[in-house]
């Protein structure tokens, strides 16, 4: 049988795409790693993939084909402030951004800024339908997201908190500082009142731990540097074969 | 003595395709679902070795020689064979991974028509369409593309696919081959590309929270680069020898 045969920079190559997605794979692992005690933290895993040539389908190797966000819900701890948040269920907080677009996040470590706007802890201020009076002595939100607060002695209903989701929640954009954003993967968002269409319930006075899994997570760093040091050991080899080939004629 | 050189000289061809299968294992190594590419060694043609029978009279005539035997010309690697064996289980915290436990592989729709996985990493596209990470249509047993219920789902062995109400939606496709090393051909992406209909109707049961491993075996990382030394020692030595007998010649 015919077939076709690779060269030694095919197959050096190879090793190479072999050691270029354990590097990417070994920030995946070291970002998951830090982000242990971040506040809903999704952590996220590299899908390997192995290619062939289009047309030839000599071995090329492996890529990076996606790094996928683990949405599993972290557990909850209690908090003392009655501004944070947690969502038991598939929903996010939506957050205005400086430049005035949508981003999406499940940390609800709110806090009030100086303009008495319900803000994240990166001053980005919560979208919701409402405003906290100047007057309030203390605000208390729901399970529905109802926002209460205390003028006079007296509470009174002065907004709504609504959450929102995706059809692919993996398909979102992490863009940095716990947020993410909408893509053409995750789907166009759905905006209810808690406790609609599997949004999930708001959990006051309550933070999201992050979900991320320290022992896993020691594990793959272990292994994606052992695959690391296999890929070089492997191009080593190829190398080796190659000056064997140059040495022949002595 | 040339003979000699050539048969080193395959052996190094031979190599190189080894070890480009190997360095495709080894980047492999941690791709869920991949099947190691195995290359076994196969002699090569062989010719008949002949002793002049009247030493006296060096007559090049077949008729008048004696045969020794067979000499090797050397080596070539047989076709690329696909290890099929089952790979390990590892469990994931990811309701949309799956591990297929029997000989079967999903079904996934892409561009160039159907084709064959054991690369369980599922996912919900925006269209709530089950997709692999490479974003083909996964297939339910009627070679339909599968739309997932709203909220977290729940697949039981058999591959029927039900929401948090209990309502079953759907059944995961699954396909088996009764020789895959003849019916399949490797397609890229993780993807096997079959010749004809699956010809086995006993594909296994699918476990959903799981991923099968790769099942690349490392233990002959070594011996590929070894082999190919030898092989280019052998071709120093034949290429000496034939310097020895042309100096001897020349005299």
């Known amino acids: 049988m015919f077939t076709l045969l690779p060269s030694f920079t095919d197959i050096m190559n190879t090793s190479i795409t072999g050691m270029q997605t354990r590097f990417a794979g070994l920030d995946v692992v070291s970002n998951n790693l830090a982000n242990i005690n971040t506040t809903a933290y999704k952590s996220s895993r590299s899908n390997f993939q192995e290619i062939l040539d289009a047309t030839t389908k000599l071995e090329k190797g492996t890529i990076l084909q996606s790094t996928q966000h683990n949405m599993k819900e972290g557990t909850f701890v209690e908090s003392d402030s009655p501004l944070h948040l947690a969502i038991q269920g598939t929903g996010f907080f939506a957050v205005t951004m400086p430049d005035k677009t949508k981003a999406y996040t499940r940390d609800g470590t709110f806090s009030l800024d100086a303009n008495r706007q319900i803000v994240t802890d990166k001053g980005y201020p919560l979208v919701w339908s409402g405003q906290i009076p100047n007057t309030a002595e203390k605000v208390e939100i729901d399970e529905n997201g109802l926002v209460t607060v205390l003028q006079n002695g007296t509470w009174t209903n002065v907004g709504q908190i609504q959450l929102n989701k995706f059809p692919n929640p993996g398909g979102l954009i992490a863009t940095g500082n716990n947020l993410f954003t909408a893509s053409a993967a995750s789907g166009v968002v759905q905006t209810a009142n808690p406790g609609a269409n599997n949004l999930g319930w708001i959990l006051p006075r309550m933070k999201e731990v992050s979900n991320v899994n320290l022992g896993l997570e020691m594990t793959n760093a272990i292994i994606t540097q052992r695959n690391f040091q296999l890929q070089l050991r492997t191009f080593q080899t190829t190398d080796t074969m190659l000056s064997q080939a140059i040495a022949l004629r002595r | ?251």
Do not use: C
Request: net charge negative.
């Open chain 2, 1 to 251: 003595m040339i003979k000699g050189m050539y048969a080193a000289a395959s052996a190094m061809i031979a190599g190189m395709k080894r070890q480009s299968a190997l360095a495709h294992n080894v980047a492999n190594l941690d791709t869920p679902g991949f099947r190691q590419i195995l290359l076994a060694m196969d002699d090569w043609y062989v010719t008949p070795v002949r002793q002049n029978s009247q030493t006296m009279m060096p007559q090049m005539d077949v008729n008048h020689m004696s045969q020794l035997g067979y000499v090797g010309l050397g080596s070539q690697t047989s076709p690329e064979i696909t290890d099929f064996s089952q790979g390990g289980m590892k469990a994931s915290d990811n309701e949309l991974d799956f591990a297929i436990n029997g000989t079967g592989f999903f079904r996934v729709k892409t561009s160039d028509g159907e084709r064959y996985t054991r690369d369980g990493r599922f996912l919900r596209d925006a269209n709530n369409q089950l997709v692999t990470v490479n974003g083909y249509q996964v297939l339910n047993t009627n070679g339909q593309v599968i739309t997932l219920p709203e909220g977290a789902v729940r697949i039981d062995e058999s591959g029927n696919i039900s929401g948090t109400n209990g309502v079953q939606v759907a059944q995961i496709g699954l396909a088996a081959f009764k020789d895959p090393n003849t019916e399949l051909t490797r397609d890229g992406m993780n993807t096997f590309a079959a010749k004809g209909a699956p010809t086995d109707n006993n594909p296994g049961t699918v476990q959903q929270g799981y991923l099968e491993m790769s099942n690349v075996n490392l233990t002959r990382v070594v011996a590929t680069g070894r082999a190919y030394e030898a092989a280019q020692r052998m071709v120093q030595m034949a290429d000496e020898t034939t310097g020895k007998m042309l100096s001897s010649l020349s005299r």
